[in-house]
């Protein structure tokens, strides 16, 4: 990623925490379609100029959810049940969901790649969730999203700039 971009989110991420928070609240009575457009040409933009396996910090920090075909899927991997996967690899967070129980993540190698990439959780692959149809509909995961995800952060700002004060 470029050092500008990570010091940019670092620096700032946390003092726009606010002026993030009341955007995003701003998207949620919008037509689902009518930001994405945008939302996707960020996304691509800001992706193009990040390189997660110099990042990394989503693995570090954020323990993943997964759902019983993850689980399926890993313990098959792994030539376990999914009762001794789950015995070894999962714990139940405050809100109930199921997550990865290390932080950093058991699975995130040295070198910032992941051990299990081909297989690994959907929320994983879906992270930070900037080319969903319904991004609009989820400003609290969006808002702490920015703070976890220098992609996210970044994202946001360019909808930001991006979005006609028509749109919203
Ligand atoms: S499973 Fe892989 S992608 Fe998911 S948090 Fe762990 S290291 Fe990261
Ligand atoms: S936190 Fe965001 S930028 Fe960093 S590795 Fe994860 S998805 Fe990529």
Same mark, same amino acid.
């Given at each position: 990623?470029?050092?500008?971009?990570?010091?940019?989110?670092?620096?700032?991420?946390?003092?726009?925490?606010?002026?993030?928070?009341?955007?995003?609240?701003?998207?949620?009575?919008?037509?689902?379609?009518?930001?994405?457009?945008?939302?996707?040409?960020?996304?691509?933009?800001?992706?193009?100029?990040?390189?997660?396996?110099?990042?990394? $910090?989503?693995?570090? !920090?954020?323990?993943?959810?997964? /759902?019983?075909? +993850?689980?399926? @899927?890993?313990?098959? &991997?792994?030539?376990?049940?999914?009762?001794?996967?789950?015995?070894?690899?999962?714990?139940?967070?405050?809100?109930?969901?199921?997550?990865?129980?290390?932080?950093?993540?058991?699975?995130? $190698?040295?070198?910032? !790649?992941?051990?299990?990439?081909? /297989?690994?959780? +959907?929320?994983? @692959?879906?992270?930070? &969730?900037?080319?969903?149809?319904?991004?609009?509909?989820?400003?609290?995961?969006?808002?702490?999203?920015?703070?976890?995800?220098?992609?996210?952060?970044?994202?946001?700002?360019?909808?930001?700039?991006?979005?006609?004060?028509?749109?919203?």
């Amino acid at each position: 990623m470029g050092i500008d971009l990570m010091q940019e989110w670092s620096e700032n991420a946390k003092t726009q925490k606010e002026e993030n928070k009341a955007f995003l609240k701003t998207l949620l009575p919008l037509p689902k379609l009518k930001i994405l457009p945008t939302l996707l040409k960020a996304h691509t933009e800001v992706f193009e100029a990040i390189d997660c396996l110099k990042c990394a $910090n989503c693995c570090r !920090t954020s323990p993943a959810i997964v /759902i019983k075909s +993850d689980i399926n @899927r890993l313990a098959k &991997h792994f030539n376990q049940s999914p009762k001794q996967f789950i015995r070894q690899h999962v714990l139940t967070d405050i809100n109930g969901d199921m997550v990865l129980n290390g932080v950093p993540c058991s699975f995130l $190698n040295d070198d910032n !790649t992941c051990a299990v990439y081909e /297989i690994r959780p +959907d929320a994983c @692959r879906r992270y930070p &969730h900037t080319d969903e149809a319904d991004f609009g509909s989820r400003p609290a995961l969006n808002l702490a999203n920015t703070i976890v995800c220098p992609a996210a952060y970044h994202i946001v700002n360019l909808l930001k700039s991006q979005l006609s004060s028509n749109d919203i």
